[in-house]
Nanobody, 117 residues
Framework: QVQLVESGGDLVQAGGSLRLSCATS????????MGWFRQAPGKQRELVAT???????NYGDSVKGRFTISRDNTKATVILQMNSLKPEDTAVYYC???????????WGQGTQVTVSS
């Protein structure tokens, strides 16, 4: 059974930091491109960051320079370090995995991040 389990969402003041984790199981982690997406109320889901199997990273324009994505292949986990948080970062954050050989996407259940002004 494939599972992506996010953790780390919380309420934080503007300027603060949070660290989100996504633990995967049921898939060969090194075959996955991992990513974080977010969805705020009334808005479309948007890209936050991705990290490829080789460690290459990509970030949404709104988070560049503030967020850092990393992966630990030994723990089958992807991390999103979020610094200098802004109220507009408030959203449900979803972990995403793309399996290159199955050509299939998988999603976690989401974790709420709320940034107060």
């Amino acid at each position: 059974q494939v599972q992506l389990v996010e953790s780390g969402g919380d309420l934080v003041q503007a300027g603060g930091s949070l660290r989100l984790s996504c633990a995967t199981s049921g898939l060969t982690f090194t075959s996955l491109t991992m990513g974080w997406f977010r969805q705020a109320p009334g808005k479309q889901r948007e890209l936050v960051a991705t990290i490829g199997r080789d460690g290459d990273t990509n970030y949404g324009d709104s988070v560049k320079g503030r967020f850092t994505i990393s992966r630990d292949n030994t723990k089958a986990t992807v991390i999103l370090q979020m610094n200098s948080l802004k109220p507009e970062d408030t959203a449900v954050y979803y972990c995403n995995a793309y399996h290159i050989y199955y050509n299939r996407y998988y999603w976690g259940q989401g974790t709420q991040v709320t940034v107060s002004s």
